[in-house]
């Protein structure tokens, strides 16, 4: 009964080492001398932390509409890049985003379709945060965007007469009237090195003319900046973000992104797992030494693991809330993918070690690559290695987040992204455990 209880202890460990992090990093905001809620993001229909800060020019549009538009311009700056970062620059970043957008009232979050150029990947349609269509690659001036009910369809045409769809969207629920208009927004720009992951203020601007619009009454062009834009000290200095109408122009400056990846961040749900290695440790070490059926070694190490993750997460959530921090929300498969991942990979590495027969051995597989991989000790592409081709690729199953093409982002293994997927992963471990129990003609003698 012994390997069991050290399971159990072990998992209870893992317990305790999610929690007290979050207690000994209390987080704070203050406004002024005033104590307030730490700001976290917005979450999209799908349930998940996004991104949603751009300007938008706009007005009430009907059930049924169509607004077109003519890019004239489109311009930006680039604040300190590399290679020496000492100087502005003018120019746009990748992903940097003009055009027309429809979406459900002005709330951050809040559902959308957007036809745009960008600055690198041409015409794009975009909705609800992590679907994005690739049109044209050369880019076109002139944008056209309809709604039928829940339907939004994107055009581009490089005339204003002949026109291509570009995509269609559906938002279902859409409500009779939403907001359409002309919107702006620039990522920040991001650059990789050994010195950590550094992100510089943009802003771009473009200038619309020949807009038109049906389905809409004719209110005038409101101007908003959705999340906190205009706190720079460029902004402040140089060009705030806003909309001017000028002879029958409207310009619209701005910067931010709408998309799949927070900027605010917060805790992770993985990030709670932080004593996971310790259980893993004690899983191999009572592998190792285990004499009885592979079975009962197998069916305690994964309940060792459900204790553990089915526990820690939620406990190490309400931590990091209780001091004040955030966790970044994902949906209930997510939850149930995690801990039962954790309770199959705790079972695989315990039976891995059972078959080396040396735990030093499962664990010079297992957490020594993974360790590596997370903390940013290796080279990016060296760690991604390490957990494709190592017994270590199943700790693919922590991963909360996704990686997103439409995104310029860290999404090395030390920022949380694993280069295979949980079930890949996993199957790699799993691989590697069923080798050493029944592949090899003789066992390795510690």
């Not at 929690?19 to 905001?29: F, G, H, K, Y």
């Not at 951050?108 to 679907?131: E, F, K, N, P």
């Not at 305690?300 to 929300?329: E, I, N, Q, S």
């Not at 040396?358 to 060296?382: G, K, Q, R």
Request: net charge negative; aromatic share 8%.
């Amino acid at each position: 009964m012994k390997p069991f209880f050290a399971l159990l202890a072990a998992a209870l460990c893992t317990v305790l080492l999610g929690v007290l992090p979050a207690v000994a990093n209390r987080s704070t905001c203050s406004t002024g001398d005033v104590e307030v809620a730490c700001p976290s993001d917005p979450v999209g229909p799908h349930g998940r932390a996004v991104s949603d800060q751009f300007t938008f020019a706009h007005r009430p549009l009907g059930t049924d509409g169509v607004l077109t538009a003519r890019l004239t311009s489109m311009t930006g700056v680039i604040t300190y890049p590399p290679p020496d970062h000492d100087r502005i620059t003018e120019g746009l970043v990748p992903w940097a985003k003009a055009g027309l957008l429809v979406k459900d009232g002005l709330g951050q979050g809040s559902s959308y379709a957007a036809i745009m150029m960008t600055g690198a990947h041409g015409v794009r349609l975009q909705h609800d945060y992590v679907h994005d269509t690739a049109g044209s690659a050369t880019g076109a001036n002139w944008l056209r965007l309809t709604r039928s009910g829940d339907t939004i369809t994107g055009y581009e045409s490089a005339d204003g007469v002949t026109w291509t769809p570009v995509g269609t969207a559906v938002l279902t629920g859409l409500p009779p009237t939403v907001q359409v208009g002309l919107f702006v927004a620039s990522p920040g720009d991001l650059t990789l090195g050994e010195g950590g992951t550094q992100v510089r203020f943009t802003q771009a601007s473009a200038t619309f003319d020949q807009v038109t619009v049906t389905g809409a009454a004719d209110t005038g062009w409101a101007g908003n900046t959705m999340g906190q834009l205009g706190e720079t000290d460029w902004e402040r200095l140089h060009r705030a973000p806003g909309v001017v109408e000028q002879n029958g122009t409207i310009t619209v400056t701005g910067s931010g992104d709408i998309g799949p990846v927070g900027t605010v961040g917060g805790a992770s749900l993985e990030s709670t797992l932080l004593g996971l290695p310790v259980l893993v440790i004690v899983a191999a070490v009572v592998g190792a030494r285990f004499t009885g059926r592979r079975v009962l070694l197998g069916g305690a190490a994964f309940a060792a693991g459900l204790v553990a993750a089915g526990l820690t997460l939620p406990v190490g959530v309400l931590a990091v809330r209780a001091v004040g921090g955030t966790v970044l929300p994902v949906d209930a498969f997510t939850w149930a993918r995690v801990i039962l991942g954790v309770a199959c990979l705790v079972a695989l590495f315990a039976l891995l070690a059972h078959a080396l027969r040396s735990w030093l051995a499962a664990v010079a597989v297992t957490v020594v690559p993974y360790l590596l991989a997370v903390f940013p000790v290796l080279p990016a592409e060296v760690a991604d290695w390490l957990l494709r081709i190592t017994p270590a690729a199943g700790f693919a199953v922590l991963q909360t987040g996704e990686e997103y093409p439409q995104v310029l982002a860290d999404f090395s293994p030390s920022a949380g992204y694993f280069p295979l997927p949980w079930w890949a992963g996993l199957a790699i471990t799993g691989a590697f455990t069923a080798f050493a129990l029944w592949g090899r003609p003789t066992r390795v003698v510690a």
